[in-house]
T-cell receptor
Framework: AQKITQTQPGMFVQEKEAVTLDCTYDTSDPSYGLFWYKQPSSGEMIFLIYQGSYDQQNATEGRYSLNFQKARKSANLVISASQLGDSAMYFCAMRGPNSGYALNFGKGTSLLVTP | GAVVSQHPSRVICKSGTSVKIECRSL??????MFWYRQFPKQSLMLMATSNEGSKATYEQGVEKDKFLINHASLTLSTLTVTSAHPEDSSFYIC????????????FGSGTRLTVV
């Protein structure tokens, strides 16, 4: 069975600073994908970044980067130069063949960016 | 980019009635649709997976007779909450996987269901 763990229920960061949101996972699938989504209060799920289990380099998308440490089974999200609009819930998710390719989500981290 | 249109965005219904939620993929063919439920301040929990033209696969603990899923075409999947009760009040959101099998998942905008 797959498991995603996000241990930070809430995080604060000051505007323009960088913040790291933690995510660890557990799976027996050799092939899997890791995703990060942002969910503002409106409820929509906004895709941020994807990392495949066989990708050699850490994924980056603008201000978002994924610190992928395969041996440690961690996939932390780094947001650089935080903006007030980054305040939202952030979910780490994993997809694997044994999950029927459904995304399995962690509990989420609530990020608040302060001026 | 790919868009999944989910309707309604909000619905209030009386206890005992049924509510239908639609998810349409507007510019791609969604062979697989995933339905999630999210209670306040909690994570998204997978309810069921539906593939076009076949019966949905429900997760353990999800009542298939209560949450009817139909995926009759490659562009439309529906979730019907039958005989709704207040405990069914939740945020329901669909997610489509493009038939090309890529890494892309496109989410609907969600439906906030309140049963009174």
């Amino acid at each position: 069975a797959q498991k995603i763990t996000q241990t930070q229920p809430g995080m604060f960061v000051q505007e323009k600073e960088a913040v790291t949101l933690d995510c660890t996972y557990d799976t027996s699938d050799p092939s899997y994908g890791l995703f990060w989504y942002k969910q503002p209060s409106s409820g929509e799920m906004i895709f941020l970044i994807y990392q495949g289990s066989y990708d050699q380099q850490n994924a980056t998308e603008g201000r978002y980067s994924l610190n992928f440490q395969k041996a440690r089974k961690s996939a932390n999200l780094v947001i650089s130069a935080s903006q007030l609009g980054d305040s939202a819930m952030y979910f780490c998710a994993m997809r694997g063949p044994n999950s029927g390719y459904a995304l399995n989500f962690g509990k989420g981290t609530s990020l608040l960016v302060t001026p | 980019g790919a868009v999944v249109s989910q309707h309604p965005s909000r619905v209030i219904c009386k206890s005992g009635t049924s509510v239908k939620i639609e998810c349409r993929s507007l510019d791609f063919q969604a062979t697989t649709m995933f339905w999630y439920r999210q209670f306040p301040k909690q994570s998204l929990m997978l309810m069921a997976t539906s593939n076009e033209g076949s019966k949905a696969t429900y997760e353990q603990g999800v009542e298939k007779d209560k949450f009817l899923i139909n995926h009759a075409s490659l562009t439309l999947s529906t979730l019907t909450v039958t005989s709704a009760h207040p405990e069914d009040s939740s945020f329901y959101i669909c997610s489509a996987r493009e038939w090309t099998g890529g890494d892309g998942y496109t989410f609907g905008s969600g439906t906030r269901l309140t049963v009174v």
